[in-house]
């Protein structure tokens, strides 16, 4: 009886060992899996610091004021993107420094120079100034925009407001790489192909430069939406279009675009339209309506008349005025281009050979 009972006691003892040997090691096992399999799947790595990109474009943004009869009317900023034994180049743009008697730029560490407009363009909003060589502290690295992708961390450095806040960075993503916005200016309305972004841009930000995780110039901080509903909305010009025109601007060179010699109207502007007693199909909503056609112009000569409506260029479809210009300055001088022209209901194909600007088109 006895030895039964120590039988009986061994095997509840082995039972029990088991039974906490296998919770033991099972929880043991369940800790590993989770702990490695957490680690196993997470692939993606984020760093806590853009510095090191900073670093390499920090002391190559410029602040810019423009003086009119001693007074500063206008700020931006601007980055060195060429240096040789004489002169250090800056890039900013055109409506920093439009209209200005007097161009300063202050270096990073403060020090204020006189600077000299090389040359500027108000379409393409750019600018090329000029200091002497000594004055420059670090040259920007261009990079290239087109190998950036949608998602890619990219930072600004400016000045935005004043001179107070000289130097700031912000970060943001590219949001797209090749939105194309309508400008206005005094000039009238024109598109452009620019970079979005949602990284802080502000009054004072103009000219600087828009920077990959590289700190490679991939563009040049141009403008933002402002409104109440917008937020982060952010443009820059490509560096592959400033760098295009660099050296036309350097020299001062005007960089001329097509003339065709007429007077146009959007089709959608029903007032201008009916000011000048322009009678349109009711459904028509795209296009740009000849009001006027200047003698022995290009448009003259290919056949274009009063109330024309100009519908594609080359197969694309004109929406308005601004676009009908932003397809034209694609083209260089001398180029042909063929039009679809509606003229009293009929459509017809037109043939205008691009010829150099005389003045607003």
């Known amino acids: 009886m006895r030895g039964k009972i120590i039988n009986v006691v061994v095997i509840l003892v082995v039972f029990l060992i088991g039974v ?207 409104t109440n509903e917008v937020e982060g909305m952010g443009f820059a010009i490509p560096i592959e279009v400033a760098m295009a025109q660099v050296d036309k601007l350097e020299s001062g060179k005007e960089i001329q675009r097509p003339y065709i010699g007429v007077v146009m109207y959007d089709v959608s502007n029903v007032a201008l339209l009916y000011r000048n007693n322009i009678k349109l199909d009711k459904d028509a909503t795209d296009g740009v309506v000849i009001s006027e056609v200047q003698k022995g112009s290009s448009a003259a000569e290919a056949g274009l008349q009063a109330n024309d409506v100009i519908l594609s260029v080359d197969g694309t479809k004109v929406k308005n005025s601004a676009h009908f210009k932003y397809i034209l300055y694609k083209h260089n001088i001398g180029d042909t281009v063929k039009l679809n022209v509606s003229r009293n209901g009929k459509e017809m194909n037109l043939n205008l050979k691009l010829t150099k600007i005389q003045g607003n088109n």
Do not use: C, W
């Open 20 to 226: 906490l040997g296998t919770l033991y090691f099972t929880s043991g096992k369940e800790e590993s899996v989770q702990t490695t399999g957490s680690r196993s799947n997470v692939t993606i790595e984020e760093t806590n610091t853009i510095s090191t990109a900073v670093d390499k474009i920090y002391d190559a943004v410029i602040y810019v004021e423009s003086y009119k009869y001693n007074q500063v009317v206008s700020s931006g900023s601007g980055f060195v993107y060429k240096k040789d034994s004489k002169y250090g180049y800056i890039m900013t743009n055109h409506h920093v420094v439009d209209g200005a008697t007097e161009i300063k730029v202050s270096t990073i560490n403060g020090d204020l120079v006189s600077a000299t407009l090389l040359g500027s363009d108000s379409y393409a909003d750019l600018a090329v100034l000029r200091i002497d060589a000594d004055k420059v502290i670090d040259v920007a690295s261009v990079g290239d925009s087109t190998k950036s992708k949608i998602g890619d961390t990219v930072f600004t450095v400016g000045t935005p407001i004043d001179s107070q806040y000289m130097g700031t960075v912000t970060k943001g993503i590219l949001s797209n790489q090749a939105r194309t916005i309508t400008v206005s200016s005094n000039s009238g309305n024109y598109m452009m192909e620019v970079l979005q972004t949602d990284a802080s841009i502000n009054p004072g930000n103009s000219g600087g430069p828009l920077v990959n995780i590289n700190g490679e110039v991939i563009g040049i901080t141009s403008m933002k939406l402002v």
